[in-house]
């Protein structure tokens, strides 16, 4: 399989931005996708913003399953403050009362000193974890860019949300994709830019993933009982009718709509990575 890397030309410039804003910031929401936490999860980042309190957001946690959960506990075993939310359907008061908890030290020194100032946080993360949704879901409007593909975001902004700023960031990825699986499911959840994928590889990763983990959603969705990854694809293109003349499978349209089930949700909640992975990382 082909090995999955994409490090554009402005995720090196915005790693830049990011480095030259740290400090105007008081924390950091690092912004994971519950679905493939471990995964989204970038070492660099964490690392660049080690002297300030990070705050790891499990995003669109309404998609994931109790093996999000999992790696959640396991982060906070490491000493990480964790929390959970949806960014599209959910509400803002959970994710601010864990922001005011990460900051309480610095908004006890900004009291202290009389001063007026709004704390501020710096959004970071991989491409479509959410960011941009989370500032808008504090915001109470639509006032960051958003989109279901890597890469909206290109530039920093500002966004004032009620007593605090948030300043959002492009997605960043590692310059280096050293876990492979990993790579595949960022890939597969749309982290990556689709132009540069080998659709037809990320869609038998797929479905080998879901056979091993969540057979009962194949079964259910596209009538697959088993077989190899193409042996699916195939009998996923059969029962939806997705056929070109000659009764050949239209192995793109199948892929295509795997990809797009998994994607928004239609597969069920689901969670790629398990908390077995997270010694890979820490």
């Known amino acids: 399989m082909k090995t999955v890397q994409w490090y554009p030309g402005h995720m090196a410039k915005a790693m830049r931005m990011l480095e030259e804003n740290l400090n105007l910031v008081d924390a950091v929401l690092l912004v994971l996708d519950a679905r493939a936490p471990l995964s989204s999860y970038n070492p660099r980042l964490e690392k660049l913003v080690k002297n300030k309190p990070v705050l790891f957001v499990f995003n669109k946690r309404d998609l994931a399953d109790f093996k999000s959960e999992e790696i959640g ?38 009291k202290n000193k009389n001063s007026s100032r709004p704390l501020r946080f710096m959004v970071a993360g991989v491409p479509n974890t959410g960011k941009s949704s989370l500032i808008n879901l504090l915001s109470g409007g639509k006032k960051a860019v958003t989109g279901d593909k890597a890469g909206v975001t290109r530039s920093k902004q500002w966004v004032k949300c009620g007593e605090v700023e948030l300043l959002d960031s492009p997605g960043l990825m590692p310059p280096a994709l050293e876990n492979q699986t990993f790579a ?9 830019n689709d132009d540069i994928l080998e659709f037809d590889e990320i869609a038998l990763f797929v479905l080998e993933e879901l056979a091993s983990s969540y057979p009962d959603r194949l079964k259910e969705r596209y009538g697959i009982e088993g077989g ?5 694809l195939e009998a996923l293109c059969k029962n939806r009718g997705f056929l070109l003349k000659g009764n050949d499978f239209d192995y793109e349209r199948g892929e295509r709509a795997l990809i797009d089930d998994l994607r928004k949700g239609r597969l069920g909640a689901l969670t790629f990575d398990s908390k077995e992975e997270i010694n890979s990382l820490f």
């Open 73 to 110: 506990e396991a982060f906070r075993a490491k000493g990480k403050e964790v929390v959970f939310i949806s960014a599209v359907k959910g509400q803002p008061r959970p994710l601010l009362n864990a922001m005011s908890a990460v900051t309480k030290e610095k908004a006890e020194l900004l």
């Open 184 to 192: 595949r499911r960022l890939a597969a959840l749309g982290s990556v």
């Open 228 to 232: 190899t990854p193409l042996e699916m």
